[in-house]
């Protein structure tokens, strides 16, 4: 009996170990190589996706310095556009007083010449204006 039971037991050990054998070549193996696969690429997606994270904080500092230069620029541009625009316009005003000014200046010129002319033509007409207020009182 233990003989036939050792017949029996020595090909099923021998069936169980082979099977475990090619198990092992076929399934397990390649599934276990397969997992630590998969777990390698998504340690390495997960230190990318770490990585481009990083990149992105990077890219917004550098997004946010090139706003702040920017508005800066802009900002000395206008002040520079308003001095100008002001030197400009004060430069315009005080053209304009200077020629008013001189307009000014041939105005009085030109009314104190026809004052004279008035007052020559007036000088010129007093005997005859004393003649007719004397025969107009007269007159009366």
Same mark, same amino acid.
């Given at each position: 009996?233990? +003989?036939?039971?050792? #017949?029996?037991?020595?090909?099923?050990?021998?069936?169980?170990?082979?099977?475990?054998?090619?198990?092992?070549?076929?399934?397990? !193996?390649?599934?276990?190589?397969? @997992? +630590?696969?998969?777990?390698?690429?998504?340690?390495?997606?997960?230190?990318?996706? #770490? *990585? %481009?994270?990083?990149?992105?904080? @990077?890219?917004?500092?550098?997004? +946010?310095?090139?706003?702040? +230069?920017?508005?800066?620029?802009?900002? =000395?541009?206008?002040?520079?556009?308003?001095? =100008?625009?002001? /030197?400009?316009?004060? %430069? *315009?005003? !005080?053209?304009?007083? %200077?020629?008013?000014?001189?307009?000014?200046?041939?105005? #009085?010129?030109?009314?104190? &010449?026809?004052? *004279?002319?008035? *007052?020559?033509?007036?000088?010129?007409?007093?005997?005859?204006?004393?003649?007719?207020? &004397?025969?107009?009182?007269? &007159? /009366?």
């Amino acid at each position: 009996m233990l +003989d036939m039971y050792l #017949t029996l037991m020595l090909p099923t050990a021998v069936i169980f170990l082979a099977l475990l054998f090619i198990l092992n070549k076929i399934l397990y !193996k390649p599934l276990l190589d397969f @997992i +630590d696969n998969r777990s390698a690429l998504i340690k390495k997606d997960l230190e990318n996706a #770490t *990585k %481009n994270s990083a990149d992105t904080s @990077i890219y917004y500092e550098e997004a +946010d310095k090139i706003i702040l +230069d920017a508005k800066n620029k802009a900002a =000395k541009e206008r002040a520079d556009i308003l001095a =100008k625009a002001k /030197i400009d316009s004060e %430069n *315009k005003i !005080k053209e304009k007083k %200077n020629r008013l000014e001189v307009e000014y200046i041939e105005f #009085t010129k030109a009314l104190e &010449k026809e004052k *004279k002319e008035l *007052k020559n033509a007036l000088n010129g007409q007093l005997p005859l204006y004393k003649e007719a207020i &004397k025969a107009k009182l007269s &007159k /009366i």
